[in-house]
């Protein structure tokens, strides 16, 4: 089904390939975004799911969510900064990057596609070299210069809001965010359907782990196991502590090198409320220093 359906998109897209990786690429991100980031905006805005909020988890069904989101000016400033990423500069960075993927071996033919178990092993190959990739990028953007100069426009958000997942300096969302998630797939020369759909996946990962929610298996594969990114509100706590806790989809290198030991501590403690996180009057979010 799924060699049909690819087969009669490559026979009715009427440009040229490119311009298919291009538009294909553009599409699945903001797809995956919008979806995802709509939906838990959704649930702030109607009470759904408010028990599995992570600042609202000791809080009771009454609280207030209010407390507990960025300052509406912010929120605007994401939203605009996505538009303009996502709908203009991001089509022309895929246009420009497609021969690097050509040269790589990307192949887009019927015959070229993958088998189930073959793309589940890529994918997971995906995924692994990404956390690599994307942990020591991120515990770098920590050291003094580069938080002050670069990633502090990312941690602006103390508390995580979907917005916050591509609001970052244009240095961080290239050099972090962008190689880690095409690493993979260029070192593999993998099919463009992988390529897709890896996007898809690592965007919607990304977005649930700035939703503010901790999803619980069924509904979010990442809390399927205590392992994978998200699960007990790993990367909440890092925005709002400003520590620790570097690792994407997996805790793997923050385990080996201890670097979510504030982490591990203020779970011991019953994973008290972060009730340093309040909104002040005129705070955009902004920490002052790294930690």
Not at 11 to 27: D, K
Not at 109 to 116: F, G, R
Not at 269 to 285: C, F, I, T, Y
Request: charged share 20%.
């Amino acid at each position: 089904m799924i060699a049909t359906a690819w087969q009669q998109m490559l026979a009715a897209w009427p440009y040229s390939e490119r311009a298919l990786y291009t538009a294909g690429t553009t599409l699945t991100l903001e797809l995956s975004f919008l979806f995802w980031g709509c939906l838990y905006e959704a649930c702030d805005r109607f009470g759904w799911c408010r028990s599995w909020r992570v600042h609202e988890s000791n809080s009771g069904p009454g609280a207030d969510v209010s407390r507990s989101r960025p300052p509406p000016a912010l929120l605007r400033e994401a939203a605009i900064d996505h538009a303009v990423n996502g709908l203009l500069l991001r089509p022309v960075f895929v246009w420009m990057v497609y021969p690097l993927f050509r040269w790589a071996g990307m192949a887009t033919s019927v015959a070229a596609l993958p088998s189930a178990a073959s793309a589940l092993a890529q994918l997971l190959a995906f995924m692994v070299i990404d956390d690599a990739w994307f942990y020591w990028a991120h515990r770098l953007l920590h050291t003094p210069w580069l938080y002050r100069h670069v990633h502090k426009r990312h941690h602006r958000f103390r508390f995580t809001h979907p917005l916050a997942s591509e609001f970052a300096h244009p240095a961080e969302d290239l050099l972090s965010n962008t190689v880690a998630t095409v690493l993979g797939p260029l070192l593999l020369g993998s099919h463009m359907a992988l390529v897709w759909l890896y996007g898809y996946i690592k965007l919607s990962q990304t977005v649930e782990a700035h939703s503010g929610y901790v999803v619980p298996f069924p509904f979010s594969v990442w809390s399927l196991r205590a392992a994978l990114g998200g699960e007990q509100g790993r990367h909440e706590f890092h925005h709002s502590r400003n520590v620790g806790n570097f690792g994407g989809f997996f805790d793997w290198w923050d385990r080996a090198m201890g670097t979510d030991a504030a982490y591990e501590a203020w779970r011991a403690a019953g994973s008290p409320p972060l009730k340093e996180l309040r909104p002040r009057a005129g705070d955009d979010g902004a920490k002052k220093k790294a930690e």
